[in-house]
Nanobody, 123 residues
Framework: QVQLVESGGGLVQAGDSLRLSCAAS????????MGWFRQAPGKEREFVAA????????VYADSLKGRSTISKDNAKNTVYLQMNSLKPEDTAVYYC????????????????WGQGTQVTVSS
């Protein structure tokens, strides 16, 4: 069992940066690929980014590609999502997820979800 707890969300202005964190419990964090998803009001949850178990491979959705960086610290059991040049359309609840590999995460095959953290970008 892995528990994921996100933090770092908040209210920011367009153009600002934000770093989300996801802390995982358990000793097997390094066994999981990790990802971030988001869900805006009235929309389906969508993939944002994923990183492989060892951190050597990353995958991004086009929506945040070039404006975000996902990273993973296995020693701290934490995955991060650095987001820059935020836009109002980035407003959503951001969820952390654990899965077997980046491809499965991108397809939405998730083993564990976090509870989400709200990101609101004002214009």
């Amino acid at each position: 069992q892995v528990q994921l707890v996100e933090s770092g969300g908040g209210l920011v202005q367009a153009g600002d940066s934000l770093r989300l964190s996801c802390a995982a419990s358990g000793r097997t964090f390094s066994s999981y690929a990790m990802g971030w998803f988001r869900q805006a009001p009235g929309k389906e949850r969508e993939f944002v980014a994923a990183i492989s178990r060892g951190g050597g491979r990353t995958v991004y959705a086009d929506s945040l590609k070039g404006r975000s960086t996902i990273s993973k610290d296995n020693a701290k059991n934490t995955v991060y999502l650095q987001m820059n040049s935020l836009k109002p359309e980035d407003t959503a609840v951001y969820y952390c997820a654990a899965g077997s590999d980046t491809s499965q995460l991108r397809l939405g095959t998730i083993q564990y979800w976090g509870q989400g953290t709200q990101v609101t970008v004002s214009s």
